[in-house]
């Protein structure tokens, strides 16, 4: 969505802004709890305050400066905490992976006003009217920290260290959410954001039988990049001044991006999450399992560029986990997880390969320099991938390199395993109230529920549901 405005012997006019005025609610009348603090959570309190309803914040990890160190440990010395991390923390997934703003999806709310209210909170203007907004990992930290700060300046609740172990039922109600510290919650409301990586509420949800949803989502890798090369296969040579081994944009380009797909027996191969001038990331969120992810800093000035590449999967993929009925795919997912953490050796080092050794099946001899700080490890990745998954991508990577002249080298490294693309269950709700259809005071939110991709589409729907919990307390 790229915005113009345009004057024509007429004076300049600064482009008008929306401001959100949050009363005080500490003497509210009503209450919810909201799970998990990543965008939906985030934007559905913020929505709940300005209706003047008061949110209770539970989140399972750490605000986001404790969460800085823990990810130090995890880069640095291979030290998971399975409560913070780069997946659960205050802001969510979306605070240390990037901080994309484009989405698709303009009819699921007010996307001015998602961006809006990210300016308000410290956010620089410019996105309100990039064609493909980003404000880097580097600065969304302190945005979300002063959505925290208005939270609670309003009479909202923002806890920490809070993670949900039950939930108490009476009849079609949830009486009181119970936390691992032994505390007891109740509300009006409960809205369930916790986000696509937490397989524990699907765990809890499904012991209680609470009706979930197997849901197919994308699994691959994650590949890399000398970002010179992509520039000069999208500029071409005659925008680049040469510098060495590389070469350097000219100043009015910025790190050149791409988006690729194909089809291929019958399943879609798609780029996901590229990041331009970015680093790889360990986006693991248990012990054994090995996820990576990508983001960038504001600048994308990292002499990388990286992009999910991944698989369409679905229930007939997922044929060896059917006795988990709606936890199928999450489990096949674990599974691929737990493969590339016993290849990588442990500490979290990434099984890899070049990519034309990934396509002629050839163990590679020697691993080009890459972001992935834990480090990488030549392995065969016919050995961790499931079978259809990397005959799929091989194929695919041979056709990206007929419509990207370039893009199909060995000087780019494959790196396994791209896994969280979405949440593998779905939680179902009423289309007209947002309710769970067997629990109704359960509003299932975000992306961890099914209903969002990304940052702005999470907090669409979490103002969304906040708006049907408004609706729903008017009676």
């Known amino acids: 969505m790229l915005t113009l405005q345009v004057f024509i012997r007429e004076p300049y006019v600064e482009r008008e802004r929306v401001r959100v005025d949050f009363p005080d609610i500490s003497r509210a009348e009503k209450k919810a709890l909201v799970i998990g603090a990543g965008p939906a959570g985030l934007f559905a309190a913020l929505s709940l305050i300005e209706k003047g309803i008061r949110p209770i914040i539970l989140e399972r990890g750490k605000d986001v400066r404790s969460r800085r160190r823990d990810l130090a440990l995890l880069n640095k010395e291979g ?8 997946c659960f923390g205050e802001g969510g997934a979306g605070t240390y992976s990037d901080g994309k703003l484009y989405t698709r999806s303009n009819k699921r709310g007010d996307i001015n006003r998602i961006l809006n209210l990210f300016v308000q909170f410290g956010a620089e203007p410019h996105i309100l009217y990039d064609a493909h907004p980003h404000i880097g990992t580097n600065k969304l930290p302190r945005i979300i920290q002063a959505m925290r700060q208005q939270i609670t300046d309003c009479g909202g609740s923002f806890l920490f260290g809070k993670k949900v172990v039950d939930l108490i039922l009476q009849d079609d109600t949830i009486k009181q959410v119970v936390t691992a510290d032994g505390d007891r919650f109740e509300a009006d409301a409960i809205l369930l954001a916790t986000g696509h990586s937490a397989r524990d ?11 979930i949803e197997a849901k197919p989502f994308a699994l691959g890798v994650r590949i890399e990049h000398p970002q010179y090369l992509i520039d000069a296969v999208q500029y071409g040579a005659a925008h680049l001044t040469m510098k060495g081994a590389g070469g350097t944009r000219t100043d009015h380009l910025p790190p050149a991006s791409y ?3 194909e089809q291929v027996a019958g399943k879609g191969v798609f780029s996901f999450c590229m990041c331009p001038g970015g680093i790889i ?9 090995l996820v990576v992810n990508g983001w960038s800093p504001s600048r994308r000035n990292n002499p990388f560029a990286n992009s999910g590449m991944v698989v369409s ?18 489990y096949f997912q674990q599974s691929v997880e737990q493969k590339s953490f016993d290849m990588g050796g442990g500490r979290y080092v990434a099984p890899a390969q070049r990519m034309a050794d990934f396509v002629d099946r050839r163990k590679s001899a020697s691993l080009p320099s890459c972001s992935y700080l834990p480090g990488i490890h030549a392995v065969p990745l016919a050995e961790v991938l499931p079978g259809f998954i990397y005959e799929d991508l091989r194929q695919a990577f041979t056709a990206f390199g007929r419509k990207m002249k370039g893009y199909y080298t060995n000087e780019a490294v494959v790196v396994a395993t791209e896994s969280r693309t979405s949440s593998p269950v779905r939680i179902p709700r009423d289309a007209k109230s947002l309710r769970h259809p067997q629990i109704k005071n359960l ?31 008017k009676g």
């Open 79 to 86: 030290i998971l905490d399975p409560e913070s991390n780069y």
């Open 443 to 473: 509003y299932p939110c975000g992306e961890g529920a099914g209903y969002a991709g990304g940052i702005v589409s999470a907090a669409m729907d979490g103002e969304r549901v906040a708006a049907a919990v408004v609706a729903s307390f």
């Open 281 to 289: 990331a360990p986006a693991s969120t248990a012990p054994g399992e």
């Open 313 to 330: 999967t679905e229930e007939k993929d997922w044929g060896a986990f059917g006795q988990y009925g709606p936890l199928a795919g999450l």
């Open 201 to 211: 509420i699907f765990h809890l949800l499904d012991r209680k039988k609470i009706l």
């Open 259 to 261: 988006n690729l797909v």
